[in-house]
């Protein structure tokens, strides 16, 4: 079975701009969790998205959003990006949310 | 007060020897634990998960659960080189609110040399 895949690896923008990531479930699982990771604060959750629902909200800003797809593909945005904004953002995908999770190789985003 | 906290580390242990790492968590409605393995660089990789108290087993990997004290613990047994990461305690619960969440301690380094 294929893991978790994310596009895209590796994404530096500047101040003020907006990204989209996305994430491709395992096969069969319909939650997906996004999560960003920082060396200062380790690995925080964003949101969790179950059958084109968020079910569950991270204590992040309204700039952080996501969407889940009817086919359980996932899309986390950021809009007006600051420096703090750079890290490493994983998703991770499980049969039914909560429970054992798998991370996505992870995109790593720079905030100049 | 953290939620999920692991001992600082880092955790030195040479090859062939025990590594036992420990966790322990604020919330006493906690229903699943988790230990993932990251390698420097990589994402978080799932090695064990209990739900139960008591001990569980796999390979050379042994969780260990107590919900009355609030404790989780992971022990590698013959440790090797390739087992040099940081080890992430990771805390769920189900249903309600917080579906899809798990809270993580800070990570614990481990280096096992040869």
């Known amino acids: 079975k294929a893991g978790v895949t994310q596009t895209p690896r590796y994404l530096i923008k500047t101040r003020g701009q907006q990204v989209t990531l996305s994430c491709s479930p395992i096969?069969?699982?319909?939650?997906v969790s996004w999560y960003q990771q920082t060396p200062g604060q380790g690995l925080q959750f964003l949101f969790e998205?179950?059958?084109?629902?968020?079910?569950n909200k991270g204590n992040f800003p309204g700039r952080f959003s996501g969407r889940q797809f009817s086919n359980s593909r996932s899309e986390m945005n950021v809009s007006t990006l600051e420096l703090g904004d750079s890290a490493l953002y994983l998703c991770a995908s499980s049969a039914r949310g909560g429970n054992e999770q798998f991370f996505g190789p992870g995109t790593r985003l720079t905030v100049l | 007060q953290k939620e999920v906290e692991q001992n600082s580390g880092p955790l030195s242990v040479p090859e062939g020897a025990i590594a036992s790492l420990n966790c322990t968590y604020s919330d006493r409605g906690s229903q699943s634990f988790f230990w993932y393995r990251q390698y420097s660089g990589k994402s978080p990789e799932l090695i064990m998960f209990?739900?139960?108290?008591g001990d569980k087993e796999d390979g050379r990997f042994t969780a260990q659960l107590n919900k009355a004290s609030q404790y989780v613990s992971l022990l590698i047994r013959d440790s090797q080189p390739s087992d040099s990461a940081t080890y992430l305690c990771a805390v769920g619960w189900a249903g309600g609110t917080s579906y899809g969440k798990l809270t993580f301690g800070q990570g614990t380094i481990l280096t096992v040399h040869p």
């Open positions: 998205y179950f059958s084109e629902t968020q079910r």
């Open positions: 209990i739900y139960s108290n």
């Open positions: 096969s069969g699982h319909r939650s």
